[in-house]
């Protein structure tokens, strides 16, 4: 799964990389070394322009917004869902009730400097239960990994319908079995989207394809252990992203 990871780009960084139309942000979001469930992250999507914009109806636009991370179908009775929502595995998106319609055409990427998972140790701590020892994952050129995702629009019922904040916007992260030497470490990773692959990802008049989603190969990643400091939520920071010397892992 991946339940935790790293987002520090500013958003004109993002923009530039993804070549973003427009921002559609409230406000920059702070540097977040320890992204968990239900922050609020960066998604990049296509959608059509405003609707006063007085443009061709077929035009959509390339989007950076902030959404939270636990996707929420719009079906759901009340947000809370979301919490055990924040992976999609691969093998189902399609299929399964809670993610289908948004594989259909609601399709992002989700910016990260790379992300997390605990390898489980032979070292015992007092309660008698294996240690973990967490890994920071990332591009080898310490670029930005293109997570794949979908979001969804959620309509709270305890708003008014011309409310502007009725809409909920949330997202969920796809997933895949953990290729090679990663898969050592946790048995399923992020599907990433590669960058000759984001148009046709993103384009929500394209029907959604599990052909564009591959694994990335174990020569674009590396991964290294980092201080215990990222499994609590509390903490945040670059050292969290710092390489530990081997002598002070629990391995």
Known sequence: MCGRYASSRHPDDLGDVFEIDELRLPEPLDENYNVAPTDEVYAVL???????????????????RT?????????????????????????????????????????????ADGYYEWYE??????????????FFIRPKDHGILAMAGLYELWPD???????????????????????????????????MVERDRWEEWLDPRRPGSTDLLVPASPDVLEAYPVATLVSNVRNNGPELTEPLPLEETLL
């Open 121 to 134: 140790t032979s070292q015992l701590d007092k309660r008698g239960k294996p240690r973990k020892q967490p």
């Open 157 to 191: 019922p305890t708003k008014d319908k011309d409310d502007p904040t009725r809409w909920l916007w949330t997202c969920t992260v796809i997933t895949t079995n953990a290729a090679d030497h990663l898969g050592r470490i946790h048995d399923r990773m992020p599907l």
């Open 67 to 111: 959404v939270k991370w636990g996707l929420v179908p719009s079906w759901a009775k009340d947000a809370s869902i979301g919490s055990r929502m924040i992976n999609a595995r691969m093998e189902t998106v399609a299929e399964k009730p809670a993610y289908k319609r948004a594989f259909e055409k609601r399709r992002c990427l989700l910016p």
């Open 46 to 64: 296509e959608r059509p322009p405003r609707k006063d914009d007085g443009d061709d109806e077929d035009r959509i636009e390339r989007q950076l």
